[in-house]
């Protein structure tokens, strides 16, 4: 069993940053691709950027390339989103997901509780 806790949301500024976390118990090394996922108020839960069990691979959303990036650290069983120049589309509650085969799709096995992210303009 796999349990995800994300942190790190928060208000900020548009043009502002901010670095999400989420802590995995369980072993999760080399074992799992982790997703980050987002939901907007009365929107679906959408993807936001993926990596690779063995962190060597990584995909993203096109709306948040060249803005966001996602690491791992499997020593520390975490994975990380680090956002710059968040604008208000990026507003919304932030998954982290865990998953043996997933990639971008939603059918990920494993889900935090979310973690806020609100974008000041």
């Known amino acids: 069993q796999v349990q995800l806790v994300e942190s790190g949301g928060g208000l900020v500024q548009a043009g502002g940053s901010l670095r999400l976390s989420c802590a995995a118990s369980?072993?999760?090394?080399?074992?799992?691709?982790m997703g980050w996922f987002r939901q907007a108020p009365g929107k679906e839960r959408r993807f936001v950027a993926t990596?690779?069990?063995?962190?060597?691979?990584?995909y993203y959303t096109d709306s948040v390339k060249g803005r966001f990036t996602i690491s791992r650290d499997n020593a520390k069983n975490t994975v990380y989103l680090q956002m710059n120049s968040l604008n208000s589309d990026d507003t919304g509650v932030y998954y982290c997901?865990?998953?043996?085969?997933?990639?971008?799709?939603?059918?990920?096995?494993?889900w935090g509780q979310g973690t806020q992210v609100t974008v000041s303009s």
């Open positions: 369980g072993r999760i090394t080399s074992s799992y691709n």
């Open positions: 997901a865990a998953d043996r085969t997933a990639w971008y799709t939603n059918d990920y096995d494993y």
């Open positions: 990596i690779s069990a063995n962190g060597y691979s990584t």
